[in-house]
C-alpha cells in the first residue's frame, strides 16, 4: 500500500512551510549557527583531552640527571628523611617498565622457548604494566587506610625505580647465565633487588602513622617485589610459552622430499 502524503502531522508542515518561507540569508545564518555550535563542541572536547595531558606533563618533565640520581636512590637503603623528597616523576618509571620489557624480550631469545611475536610482545607489556599499576594502587589503599600522606604518584615513582633492579639484575642473569648453577641470580636477587624492595618497605614504615598498615605496607614492599622477580626468571617464560601454544599450536614444518 502506497503511503498517504495528505496526512501529514501539523508539526511537520509547520517545519515544512517555516523552511520554505526563510530566504537565502537566513538559511546561511541557521547553517553557520549550526556549524559553530558543532565546531564549538569538537573545541571544547579537544581541549579537555589537551587538559588532561597536559596536566600529566609535570610528571614528565624531569633531567636525565635527575632521573640518575633516582636510580641509584632506589638502591640507597637509608630512609627517606621527609615525604618531600620522595620523587614524583613518572618518566623514569615509564622507561623502567619498557626497558623490562625488552629485558623480558631479550632473555627470551636467547632461552629455548618459542613464542609468537605477538603473543610475547602483548604479554610482556600487560605484565610489566600491570604489575606496575597494580603493585601501587596496593600500597596506596594501605596507605590510605593508615593515614599516610603518601600519593598515589609517589607509589608509582617508588615502585617504577625499583624496578631498574630488576632489569639490572634479569639482564645479567641473561647475559652471563649458566644452566648449571642459579647462584649468580639469587646473588644478585639478594643484593640488588633485596636492598630496593628493602627501600620500598622503608618508604612505607616512616610514612604510615599507623601501626598495624606500617606494617602491612612494610611486607608488601618487600614480598611483592621479591616475589615478582622469581617469577619473571622462573616461571614467565614457562607460563606464557603454554599460553601461547594453547592459543596457536606450534607450526610442524613440512618434511624435505628425497632427491
Not at 606533563?57 to 632521573?67: A, G, I, L, Q, T
Not at 617504577?160 to 644452566?179: D, R
Not at 641470580?185 to 633487588?193: A, D, E, H, K, P
Request: glycine letters at 4%; proline letters at 6%.
Amino acid at each position: 500500500m502506497l503511503p498517504n502524503l495528505g496526512n501529514e502531522s501539523p508539526l511537520t508542515t509547520q517545519r515544512s512551510n517555516s523552511r520554505s518561507e526563510m530566504g537565502p540569508s537566513e538559511l546561511f545564518s541557521a547553517f553557520s549557527a549550526s556549524v559553530w555550535s558543532e565546531s564549538k563542541k569538537r573545541a571544547e572536547s579537544a581541549y579537555q583531552s589537551y587538559a588532561k595531558i597536559d596536566a600529566l606533563r609535570p610528571y614528565f618533565d624531569v633531567e636525565p640527571k635527575e632521573v640518575l640520581k633516582r636510580i641509584l636512590s632506589s638502591v640507597d637503603p637509608r630512609p627517606p628523611y621527609s615525604l618531600d623528597i620522595i620523587s614524583c616523576d613518572l618518566y623514569g618509571p615509564f622507561m623502567a617498565c619498557l626497558t623490562l620489557i625488552a629485558v623480558i624480550l631479550f632473555e627470551m631469545k636467547l632461552s629455548n622457548h618459542y613464542v609468537q611475536e605477538g603473543t610475547l610482545m602483548g604479554s610482556a607489556f600487560v605484565t610489566c604494566f600491570g604489575y606496575w599499576i597494580a603493585f601501587a594502587s596496593i600500597l596506596s589503599a594501605i596507605c590510605y587506610l593508615g593515614k599516610s600522606q603518601v600519593t598515589f604518584v609517589q607509589n608509582l615513582s617508588c615502585v617504577g625505580y625499583a624496578l631498574c633492579s630488576t632489569c639490572v639484575v634479569l639482564f645479567l642473569c641473561a647475559a652471563i647465565h649458566t644452566e648449571a648453577s642459579e647462584t649468580l641470580f639469587f646473588l644478585l636477587w639478594v643484593l640488588v633487588c633485596g636492598i630496593s624492595a628493602a627501600k620500598l618497605a622503608l618508604i612505607m614504615w616512616t610514612n604510615i602513622p599507623e601501626k598495624n598498615h606500617r606494617l602491612a605496607g612494610a611486607a608488601m614492599g618487600i614480598v611483592l617485589h621479591m616475589l615478582f622477580v622469581l617469577y619473571l626468571h622462573f616461571a614467565y617464560h614457562s607460563i606464557i610459552q603454554d599460553i601461547s601454544g594453547a592459543i596457536a599450536p606450534p607450526v610442524i614444518p613440512a618434511p624435505m622430499a628425497n632427491p
